[in-house]
């Protein structure tokens, strides 16, 4: 199975909000559910454990329009 680099899924964040929940429901779309993910440090983490690890490496900021939501941290997609 193909291993999808979290920037991919960081990329496609940029510009919207979510909850944790619409983003998992947008990754199953974009990706599929049975989609497998790896960043720099990490690897082979299903969609929940990708967003639960972005989250705690502080990829995401709070929604400027929704205190609910959250979006990408542009800043802090490393580009290599």
Do not use: W
């Not at 991919?8 to 619409?22: A, H, P, R």
């Amino acid at each position: 199975m193909i291993s999808i680099h979290g920037h991919e899924v960081l990329q496609m964040m940029d510009g919207n909000n979510y909850t944790e929940s619409s983003l998992l429901n947008a990754i199953h779309e974009k990706f599929g559910t049975e989609a497998r993910f790896h960043t720099c440090s990490n690897s082979d983490m299903n969609a929940e454990q990708l967003i639960a690890f972005l989250k705690a490496k502080g990829k995401f900021k709070p929604a400027l329009t929704d205190d609910s939501q959250f979006t990408v941290d542009i800043k802090k997609i490393c580009r290599h």
